[in-house]
């Protein structure tokens, strides 16, 4: 991978190919739990594959943790236009997310999206990384700049917050 | 050792990855069983939902936006080469190339505002140059010295742009004799033989400055020449002024001394 990096850093148009899909694939699982419609989860990765290519040159230390802080960026801009065009607040997402008839006994992909919005974003960070995008906990310690105990520490929270939430939105259903 | 809880957590989560079912796990860990549970069914279901699949023709747009970037971004090296090559050095290399060029272009052109005469693009550098140094000197000998020197310069300048265009620049009158005057106060403010060395010099300088005045005078052609006849006067009172000074017993009228030791010029 370093070698990869390395030849795009050179505009080497293969590597710079090679990379972009690589980049790609990793960040579209990350940002596809984070905004409602898979069309806007596709442009976010693409823009962030672009300034990835853009200030590439700039780039050190650990690659996957300097990409994924440019797509948690990317999300909060997307969130904060958003916010200022359509003068939505971040909250809408909250209560957009699931629609009424969809069934709340089982997991689906819009209840996590709704869920992982009332999580902070270091929980959200280490379920999406853990769960969705499947890293070891070396990997995301590495990705997140944190250490290991802190991961575990953040996955346990995270959890234990999300089966809070769900437990919430069950009872609110069934009342 | 009791270990704790988000490590127990950890331990199953990775165990359930490997196959083993929940209440096995769980029996390992009575104490945490309760609270453990539901995170681990949960931990579960997240495992459960399905990975989002990319799209090719997705992947192929952003590909397509990369590649229209790159090779615009060529076109602009192409076009700039002095661009591409700062561009592809270390910043370290950029920002020593920036000074670099700010200290030549100020270098240069102090360089060039050394010969600039009044009215000359490079001129009022010149004059911000001489305040800096005179600013930056510390000592009042140094001080005095830049004064004298000042003052040459002025008096240069008269004759050059007098000789240019036959008129004499009534700015540079005020500023050569008000550099005399100023060298003039700073010897007041030395004693013993500093003081004395540098009234020798404005002496000389003074008596420099009337012959050149006197000079312009008899080649003057304009009908007004009372600036010039009065700033003749203005050296002879000062020559005088400064022979008293160094010789006490020459004996001079208080209110010529005053006045030639303390004017400053302001024609206009």
């Given amino acids: 991978m370093a070698r990869i990096v390395e030849a795009a850093k050179h505009e080497d148009d293969d590597a710079l190919a090679k990379l972009c899909k690589y980049v790609y694939g990793k960040l579209f699982g990350y940002i596809y739990y984070r905004v409602r419609q898979r069309e806007d989860a596709e442009d976010l990765t693409s823009e962030v594959v672009l300034k990835m290519v853009k200030s590439l040159n700039t780039q050190k230390g650990n690659f996957l943790g300097w990409i994924y802080r440019i797509a948690r960026n990317q999300i909060i801009d997307f969130y904060r236009q958003r916010a200022r065009k359509q003068e939505i607040s971040l909250e809408s997402l909250k209560k957009d997310i699931p629609s009424p008839e969809e069934p709340r006994d089982y997991l689906t992909e819009n209840r996590m999206k709704e869920a992982l919005a009332y999580l902070t974003q270091d929980q959200s960070d280490v379920i999406t990384l853990k769960f969705f995008q499947e890293y070891n906990n070396e990997e995301i310690a590495k990705i997140m700049g944190k250490t290991v105990g802190a991961i575990k520490v953040l996955q346990f929270r995270a959890l234990k917050a999300l089966r809070e939430y769900f437990r919430k939105e069950r009872y609110e259903t069934r009342h | ?268």
């Fill in chain 2, 1 to 268: 050792m009791k270990r704790d809880i988000d490590e127990v957590l950890d331990f199953l989560l990775t165990e359930i990855e490997k196959g083993k079912r929940i209440e096995d796990c769980l029996k390992e860990f009575p104490e945490y069983a309760l609270e453990l549970e539901p995170l681990l069914r949960l931990a579960t279901e997240l495992n459960d939902l399905p990975k989002p699949e990319t799209r090719p023709e997705a992947i192929g747009e952003a590909l397509r936006k990369v590649r229209a970037f790159v090779a615009e971004r060529r076109q602009a090296k192409k076009r700039f080469p002095l661009v591409r090559f700062f561009s592809l050095q270390p910043a370290i290399v950029r920002v020593a190339a920036v000074v670099l060029l700010i200290v030549l272009i100020g270098w240069s052109s102090l360089a060039l505002s050394t010969r600039s005469m009044p009215g000359d693009f490079f001129y009022p550098i010149k004059l911000v140059s001489e305040k800096v140094q005179y600013i930056f000197t510390i000592n009042r000998e140094g001080k005095a010295e830049l004064r004298l020197i000042f003052a040459d310069k002025r008096t240069e300048e008269l004759v050059k742009m007098f000789n240019r265009n036959g008129k004499f620049n009534k700015e540079l009158l005020n500023a050569m004799l008000n550099e005399a005057q100023s060298a003039l106060s700073q010897s007041e403010l030395m004693t013993g033989s500093d003081s004395k060395m540098l009234l020798e010099k404005v002496a000389n300088l003074n008596q420099y400055q009337k012959k050149v005045l006197e000079g312009i005078r008899q080649r003057f052609c304009g009908y007004d020449t009372s600036i010039l006849d009065e700033a003749i006067v203005l050296c002879f009172e000062r020559h005088c002024c400064i022979q008293n000074k160094l010789n006490p017993q020459s004996g001079i009228e208080p209110d010529v001394y005053y006045r030639a030791w303390t004017r400053r010029c302001n024609w206009r």
